[in-house]
Antibody, heavy 122, light 106 residues
Framework: QVQLVESGGGVVQPGRSLRLSCAAS????????MYWVRQAPGKGLEWVAV????????NYADSVKGRVTISRDSSKNTLYLQMNSLTAEDTAVYYC???????????????WGQGTLVTVSS | SYELTQPLSVSVALGQTARITCGGN??????VHWYQQKSGQAPVLVIY???NRPSGIPERFSGSNSGNTATLTISRAQAGDEADYYC?????????FGTGTKVTVL
C-alpha cells in the first residue's frame, strides 16, 4: 500500500537550518508530484511547497519562499524539504502528501504521511 | 491572495445532517477538495473535485460547489465524524486551505 513516512524533525534554534525527509513506498515515486503541508500547534493547515514528478517544476508559499527548498531523489524514493533561517513561526508539524495523478496535475493531497514536528526555539 | 472562509464550528445531533460551508470568490469555478482531521492524526481526504468520494469514504459524505460557496454535507452523523474539516483549492499554482471547521456530534 502507499506509505509516506516523514523524518528529520526536532528542536532547532532560531536562524538555523533543518532538512526534512519523506520516504515513499508502495507506488512509483518518480511518476507523482509531491507536496509539503504544515500545521502550527492548534492552528489550521498551510500548504508549503509542491514539486513535479520529475523535479522540473517547484512552487512555494509566500511565507517560506526564499528560505525553503523542496527536492526529490527518485533513486531513494525520498522527498526533501530544506529549511533555512528558521523562526518561531516555522514551528509546526510538517506533512508530506502525494498528488493523486501521475504527472503534474495540482490535484488533491492523498495520502498524507503521519507528520514530523519541528520546534524552533532557543 | 485567495482566501477560503469556513465557520469555526458546527454542531450536529447524532443521526442528523451537518453542513460545512467554504466561502471564496467565485469558488464555483475551482475544484474543491475536503479533508477530515481527527485529533492527533494526519488529515484524510473525504471529497475530491467538489463531489467525488475516495474509496473507503462512506456515502454519508457528499459535496457540492457553486457560486461563492462550496459545501460538505455529512448525513446521518456518527460520533466517529467528530473532527476538524478543511476545504482546499488551487489558485495560481498556490495551494489554499480553508480556515477549518470543528464538527461536534451531540
Amino acid at each position: 500500500q502507499v506509505q509516506l513516512v516523514e523524518s528529520g524533525g526536532g528542536v532547532v534554534q532560531p536562524g538555523r537550518s533543518l532538512r526534512l525527509s519523506c520516504a515513499a513506498s508502495g507506488f512509483t515515486f518518480s511518476s507523482y508530484a509531491m507536496y509539503w503541508v504544515r500545521q502550527a500547534p492548534g492552528k489550521g493547515l498551510e500548504w508549503v511547497a509542491v514539486i513535479s514528478y520529475d523535479g522540473s517544476n517547484k512552487n512555494y508559499a509566500d511565507s517560506v519562499k526564499g528560505r525553503v527548498t523542496i527536492s526529490r531523489d527518485s533513486s531513494k524514493n525520498t522527498l526533501y524539504l530544506q529549511m533555512n533561517s528558521l523562526t518561531a513561526e516555522d514551528t509546526a508539524v510538517y506533512y508530506c502528501a502525494r498528488d493523486p495523478n501521475s504527472g503534474y496535475s495540482l490535484g488533491w493531497f492523498d495520502p498524507w504521511g503521519q507528520g514530523t514536528l519541528v520546534t524552533v526555539s532557543s | 491572495s485567495y482566501e477560503l472562509t469556513q465557520p469555526l464550528s458546527v454542531s450536529v445531533a447524532l443521526g442528523q445532517t451537518a453542513r460545512i460551508t467554504c466561502g471564496g470568490n467565485n469558488i464555483g469555478s475551482k475544484n474543491v477538495h475536503w479533508y477530515q482531521q481527527k485529533s492527533g492524526q494526519a488529515p484524510v481526504l473525504v471529497i475530491y473535485r467538489d463531489s467525488n468520494r475516495p474509496s473507503g469514504i462512506p456515502e454519508r459524505f457528499s459535496g457540492s460547489n457553486s457560486g461563492n460557496t462550496a459545501t460538505l454535507t455529512i448525513s446521518r452523523a456518527q460520533a466517529g465524524d467528530e473532527a476538524d474539516y478543511y476545504c482546499q483549492v488551487w489558485d495560481s499554482s498556490t495551494g489554499v486551505f480553508g480556515t477549518g471547521t470543528k464538527v461536534t456530534v451531540l
